[in-house]
């Protein structure tokens, strides 16, 4: 069965510090995604990793993908307030887009 | 980027009643669409995958009879939960996937929080 896990599930951090959550993923996976979602509402995208290796930046976010360790780290640098969120990392096993998601990672950050 | 709506974002029924639930593409064709389902502070699971033309595929442990899903057209499918209880109150998403670029990507409806009372 295939299993997504990430890590932390919750974390609360302060403004301005540096932390990852880690995405882990049972199988073979050509791609990953990450989302965020705030309270009530649906998934944004925000990082789709295309390939072992890759790296992408948006702002404060940072996602990189290792496939041959089947992990993936979001990476928040100075973390600001409107940040918080939950944040799902998801697989594409079957490569149609039937994504299996992460248990996700509530993230609160203090001012 | 492509849209995909969903409609109504909430709906509040009784015990017993039926609710169907819309997700359209706008701005794109999509044969394909998924359907979701999040309950409170977890994660979403893939309930079912909706085809245009042709019956839709169930994902293990989701009763097709309770959860109706017709893909009539190229930018609509429907979710009808049939019978709704309590333990039907969830979130429910549909996504869509467009194929682009450097390949394809799902993009997802505003959601539809459905409490039945």
């Known amino acids: 069965e295939l299993k997504v896990e990430q890590n932390p599930l919750f974390l609360s951090m302060q403004e301005g510090k540096n932390y990852t959550i880690y995405c882990n993923y049972s199988t073979t996976s050509d791609r990953l995604y990450w989302y965020r979602q705030d309270p009530g509402k649906s998934l944004e995208s925000l990082f789709v990793?295309?390939?072992?290796?890759a790296v992408k930046q948006e702002g404060r976010l940072m996602a990189s993908l290792d496939t041959k360790a089947r992990l993936s780290t979001l990476h928040i640098t100075a973390a600001v307030h409107d940040l918080s969120a939950t944040y799902f990392c998801a697989v594409d096993p079957r490569g149609a887009q039937k994504l299996v998601f992460g248990q996700g990672t509530r993230l609160t950050i203090n001012p | 980027g492509a849209v995909v709506s969903q409609h109504p974002s909430r709906v509040i029924c009784k015990s017993g009643t039926s609710v169907k639930i819309e997700c359209r593409s706008l701005?794109?064709?999509?044969?394909?669409m998924f359907w979701y389902r999040q309950f409170p502070k977890q994660s979403l699971m893939l309930m079912a995958t909706s085809n245009e033309g042709s019956k839709a595929t169930y994902e293990q442990g989701v009763e097709k009879d309770k959860f109706l899903i017709n893909h009539a057209s190229l930018t609509l499918s429907t979710l009808t939960v049939t019978s709704a209880h309590p333990e039907d109150s969830s979130f429910y998403i549909c996504s869509a996937p467009v194929t682009a670029g450097l390949g394809t990507e799902a993009f997802f409806g505003q959601g539809t929080r459905l409490t039945v009372v």
């Open positions: 990793l295309l390939s072992n290796g």
């Open positions: 701005d794109f064709q999509a044969t394909t």
